[in-house]
């Protein structure tokens, strides 16, 4: 890292370097992120004042959540700032820690799908025991999992991504500051490292990926042995639901992170759209929004809320009629 002082800076070459195409990217890029917050905040919210949603899978969801507006945060912003400013260059620090807190929730994400993917598997398949394989100490437990494995192996992606020095323009031919695309610009040997990154990306993705592959698995195999046609289709309909999620963040993942970062290419622009942009703006309708509980804890609110507007609403009117006989007696 001795360069870093005389270029302390990054240019990020941005999603595309067309100008007629900088002020649409930028309304669809901001209409996204506004929704993915909305969603996703909405969703917390709505788990933290709504009793009935007070279960293992929808702690679990708040989770993801919360993890898709902090990944989707550190990337959108600076993205669209560059798109509607064209100021693209980032601070040496700015893009260490870009990269860091990406990887360290994405990186999260993987293992909380895991943990959602085995309560689903004990809820179908173990049913009897699921209140105690599935308690509120595992569920902190398997979080608490999450976010530790995230951390250490962010750290590890951060010191191998910046560990060697760097000359020339630093140029990132990226929207963001990611692994492959800096690694390009390295004066040092990047094999050990690369080497060292693609070995961790595999111990998380591909491990996680195991744990979801085998718990649905093990739920299809238990869904096919029940007799009614209406609890099949309704449980192949959430298998669904959770998989094709799983697909968009999983298949981009792999694509970007278990391949030598010397076989990148401009393909990894789209690559990294679905699992930056993309996937945390879906996975509130995916995994939530289509559920029954979470439309009849909506609609509870919902009325609560009108309830008390129209409370407020009375009052008021309480006070200003009251108001107005004292001012009729007075006169």
Not at 171 to 180: I, L, P, Q
Not at 185 to 207: K, M, Y
Request: glycine share 6%.
């Amino acid at each position: 890292m001795g360069g870093n002082h005389t270029q302390p800076k990054f240019i990020l070459l941005g999603i595309t370097d067309t100008p007629w195409a900088q002020a649409p990217l930028f309304g669809l890029f901001l209409l996204i992120y506004v929704v993915t917050l909305a969603g996703n905040i909405g969703l917390m919210v709505l788990v933290w004042v709504a009793p009935s949603l007070h279960t293992p899978m929808y702690f679990f969801l708040t989770h993801l959540s919360l993890a898709d507006v902090c990944y989707s945060t550190v990337i959108s912003p600076k993205m669209l700032t560059d798109l509607l400013f064209g100021n693209k260059t980032i601070s040496w620090a700015g893009c260490v820690t870009q990269f860091h807190l990406f990887a360290l929730f994405a990186t999260a994400e993987c293992h909380l799908l895991a943990a959602m993917a085995y309560d689903r598997h004990v809820a179908i398949c173990h049913p009897l025991s699921y209140v105690t394989a599935v308690s509120p100490r595992a569920c902190w437990h398997l979080v608490a999992w999450s976010y530790l494995m995230a951390s250490l192996s962010a750290l590890i992606y951060t010191a191998c991504t910046f560990g060697g020095s760097f000359c020339g323009p630093r140029r990132v031919d990226h929207f963001f500051c990611d692994a492959g695309p800096v690694l390009r610009l390295s004066c040092s040997d990047t094999r050990g490292r690369e080497v060292a990154i693609f070995a961790l990306a595999a111990a998380n993705g591909l491990g996680t990926a195991v744990v979801i592959l085998l718990s649905y698995s093990r739920i299809l195999h238990a869904v096919l042995a029940v007799c009614s046609a209406s609890s099949r289709a309704r449980a192949f309909h959430t298998c669904t639901s959770h998989l094709v999620s799983v697909s968009v963040f999983y298949g981009s993942l792999f694509f970007m992170y278990l391949q030598p970062a010397s076989r990148h290419g401009s393909q990894d622009k789209v690559a990294s759209v679905f699992y930056t942009v993309v996937s945390p703006v879906l996975n509130p309708f995916i995994y939530s929004l289509r559920n029954k509980e979470v439309k009849a804890a909506l609609g509870k609110c919902r009325r609560r809320i009108l309830n008390l507007c129209r409370q407020q609403r009375d009052a008021a009117r309480g006070v200003r009629e009251s108001q107005n006989g004292l001012g009729q007696k007075g006169s």
